[in-house]
């Protein structure tokens, strides 16, 4: 069975998340992508193909979509560093992209997503993963270790309080 992995692309991260997805293809692995800036839909659009990439710009902020569950939004907005300082449009764009995040997930069999646990549409991404089981997907945050230094440490919940062992 192929595994499908999706990143959340994040900045320079993304460059990091880019060179572990062509390890993974070259395992014969399928790689996603759920992006928030248009520049990177289309420079991972042009290398993965439209198909594996999901854009989430603030244009959605403008197409209702009706909510896959309730992930405690203001919370998520409380927390960050963009939509706290405007919160309507926040909870707006909040909304309307669970569903575009729980379908493309669900189209793709996405078993793993790989992202960080800052801002609030990682946060939501990530608890749609853990909060609808039929998803059947997980979704994995890292932290940088410092001893030994160079390397990273996954966690499976957003308060990486559960790390995450793989076998050697």
């Not at 854009?55 to 927390?79: C, H, W």
Request: glycine share 4%.
């Amino acid at each position: 069975m192929k595994t499908n992995i999706c990143f959340v692309a994040n900045f320079t991260l993304t460059y990091v998340f880019r060179e572990m997805a062509e390890y993974l293809l070259a395992d014969d692995a399928d790689v996603f992508w759920i992006v928030p800036k248009t520049a990177q839909y289309h420079e991972l659009a042009a290398k993965f193909g439209k198909e594996k990439v999901l854009l989430l710009d603030r244009t959605l902020i403008n197409e209702p979509q009706a909510p896959v569950g309730d992930f405690k939004l203001n919370e998520l907005l409380y927390g960050d560093r963009v939509w706290r300082y405007d919160m309507e449009n926040g909870l707006k764009y909040l909304t309307h992209i669970q569903y575009p995040i729980y379908n493309f997930i669900k189209a793709n069999k996405i078993n793993c997503v790989f992202g960080e646990c800052t801002w609030a549409h990682e946060l939501l991404i990530h608890r749609i993963c853990s909060q609808q089981p039929e998803l059947n997907c997980k979704y994995r945050s890292h932290i940088t270790s410092r001893i030994p230094t160079g390397r990273f440490i996954f966690t499976a919940d957003e308060k990486h309080a559960e790390i995450i062992e793989f076998a050697h």
